[in-house]
């Protein structure tokens, strides 16, 4: 594999988070040929100095990649804009990318997954992202197939082409029409009841969060997400240890060290079963709906 995609890691202020997702990635036969970005967000306050400090002392300490670029950031931008901006930089000089924030552990077939994929579907406009984790879900025993794909995107552990990214409006110039066209909220909650509020409150400042709006890309340009069969990567950070972490259990899934070709299927389809599973895991409750309605309205 030649055209390999380069790696971009965001950091903050979570040093043992950190060493742990660098030393998975480390372990992927692919790492020793990849380039690594890594992007140190700055600290919000004077309480959070020296943590980010050690995330820094420790990043500088890193090797066994090709190559590595280590951008600080001077002030704090916050995870959406340092993701944004950082994925920007990176898609200035190259054509795809992989990106893992510091709370992602990821398995030693992870790189080769995601770049036989970012090379298969290169050209296919129908898969505007590739992730790594799959979500809690069941494959049914009449799947065969190595990959599938979704109508919802993830975060963890993903990856896109520049062609894909540059079609995102980060502004959702047209959310007016979308809030006021049901059945368009309708079939963007094929990924999930919870897609609607979050973009929402998105747009209402609720939230600063730029996968909502990066879902929201892939609805707009009738698109998918290219999951593999099996999980490759899992988030740690569900400690509450990050800004935007909780301590939630519903989406955790356990790796067991696959060494799968992972077989590329052109043009793959929506499963049924899968897509049903997808939209069950995130269906809202009452109590989150009312919650909602008064929040958001």
Known sequence: MTNLSPIVLFVYNRPEHTRRTVEALLKNTLADKSSLYIFSDGARNESEL??????????????GFANI???????NLGLADSVISGVNEVLSQNDRVIVIED?????????????????FYSKD????????????????????ADIFVAYRTSSWGWATWKDRW???????????????????????ERGGEDLTPMLKAQMRGKIDSWAIRWSYAHF????????????????????????????????????????????????PELNEDITNQMQELFKLSLIRRIINFIKLS
């Open 50 to 63: 020296k943590t980010v400090s050690t995330v820094r002392d420790y990043i500088k300490s890193i090797s």
């Open 69 to 75: 670029e280590i951008t600080t950031r001077e002030e």
């Open 103 to 119: 709370d992602i552990l990821t398995l030693p077939s992870f790189l080769n997954f995601m770049n036989k994929a970012l090379e």
């Open 125 to 144: 406009e129908k898969i505007f992202s590739v992730s790594g984790y799959p979500y809690p879900v069941k494959i049914p025993e009449s799947y065969i």
């Open 166 to 188: 540059e079609k995102v409006d980060w502004k959702v110039k047209d959310f007016n029409n979308f809030i006021s066209d049901n059945n368009v909220q309708k079939l963007f």
């Open 220 to 267: 707009k340009s009738d698109a998918y997400c290219l999951y593999p069969a099996v999980p490759l990567c899992k988030n740690i950070g569900t400690d509450r240890s990050g800004t935007h972490s909780s301590s939630s259990k519903k989406l955790d899934v356990n790796l067991d060290d696959i060494k799968a070709n992972f077989e590329m299927v052109k043009r």
